[in-house]
């Protein structure tokens, strides 16, 4: 799937989805760069929402609320607007309640979905970028909302048989590793766009 940017008139930009090994040296860069490439696009009264979505009560699965504490942790942008973190993840059983909170609570808001799957042997360690909602859940079979107008996926293992007890058995330092680069990417690409110079309150939704 490609993106396609078009806004006040101007002539849409296809923007190719990124999947890129975590270990290459290129890949903070690159990522960061992807990843303002497509904020860029955006009105700079669109509120930017990233949502992180796992819990840390699995290993495979923390990589969502770990990126979340990275970027609590490590920005200063004013503007953040971030929902899922170790200490108040978004998972199962919170997100149609967080999704709703953020079309409450933000005007047209453009939502990065961040979390975890499984993939091939090949792909493990893989940061993928793509275009439209992440499905939570569907590796393990749970009905869940989807969410995002993009999502940033990490590979975190290898699927198609026993997904539970792989998530468990996930290495926590891969997955500690793939958070960092993209808590940083994510606070690089947000900290040189546009959308997040203007005030605060401009973004929020007033009824």
Do not use: W
């Not at 090994?21 to 700079?44: E, G, W």
């Not at 770990?66 to 942008?77: A, F, K, P």
């Not at 059983?93 to 799957?117: G, R, S, Y």
């Not at 330092?173 to 997040?196: C, E, F, K, P």
């Amino acid at each position: 799937m490609k993106f396609q940017f078009g806004f006040d008139g101007v002539k849409n930009t296809v923007l190719e989805p990124l999947k890129i090994q975590h270990t290459d040296a290129d890949t903070p860069f690159l990522l960061s760069k992807h990843l303002h490439t497509i904020f860029s696009k955006l009105p700079t009264y669109q509120p930017i929402v990233v949502i992180c979505v796992g819990t840390d009560r699995s290993t495979g699965d923390s990589l969502g609320p770990l990126v979340g504490s990275h970027l609590n942790r490590t920005t200063n942008l004013r503007n953040l607007h971030l929902f899922g973190t170790l200490d108040e993840p978004v998972h199962a059983m919170n997100l149609a309640e967080t999704v709703d909170k953020v079309h409450n609570q933000f005007q047209n808001p453009f939502i990065v979905a961040i979390d975890a799957c499984l993939g091939q042997v090949s792909s493990v360690g893989c940061i993928q970028v793509a275009d439209g909602p992440l499905k939570p859940g569907a590796g393990v079979n749970k009905d869940l909302p989807p969410v995002g107008d993009i999502h940033v996926t990490g590979i975190v293992n290898v699927g198609g048989f026993m997904e539970y007890f792989v998530l468990q058995n996930t290495r926590l330092s891969l997955v500690m590793n793939m958070a960092n680069i993209i808590g940083d990417a994510l606070h690089s690409a947000l900290r040189r766009t546009q959308s997040y110079t203007p005030n605060a309150t401009a973004a929020l939704k007033f009824d």
